[in-house]
């Protein structure tokens, strides 16, 4: 699977950015796919996943509330819609893909396949 992410750029404080990930290979539907963030000088952590067909969403608990993430299968793409960005947002954004029946979606190890990432500047 190959996953291509975009959307990312410089916003401010409070607005919406919506980052896109596009899959291509195997068919994304079998896999569960996931957000992850790295800022400047820490260390990757979890944003949100999406189950195989979208039922199930989860997410952490800095983002929840603010961030939906969604799947469109026929489209091969998984969204991120951000809504009331903070500064503390700021990050490259990462998508990636689980195998079905792999472990956790808030462990970024169980993932086996990662996008380049797209960097999310907020300004206050």
């Known amino acids: 699977v190959q996953l291509q992410a975009s959307g990312g750029g410089l916003v401010q404080a409070g607005d919406s950015l919506r980052l896109s990930c596009a899959a291509s290979?195997?068919?994304?539907?079998?896999?569960?796919m996931g957000w992850f963030r790295q800022a400047p000088g820490k260390e990757r952590e979890f944003v949100a996943a999406?189950?195989?067909?979208?039922?199930?969403?989860f997410y952490s608990d800095s983002v929840k509330g603010r961030f939906t993430i969604s799947r469109d299968n026929a489209k091969n793409t998984v969204y991120l819609q951000m809504n009331s960005l903070k500064p503390e947002d700021t990050a490259v954004y990462y998508c990636?893909?689980?195998?079905?029946?792999?472990?956790?979606?808030?462990?970024?190890?169980?993932?086996?396949?990662w996008g380049q990432g797209t960097l999310v500047t907020v300004s206050s």
């Open positions: 999406i189950n195989l067909y979208g039922a199930s969403t």
């Open positions: 990636a893909a689980k195998p079905r029946n792999s472990g956790s979606y808030y462990d970024s190890r169980y993932f086996d396949y």
């Open positions: 290979g195997r068919t994304s539907s079998n896999y569960g």
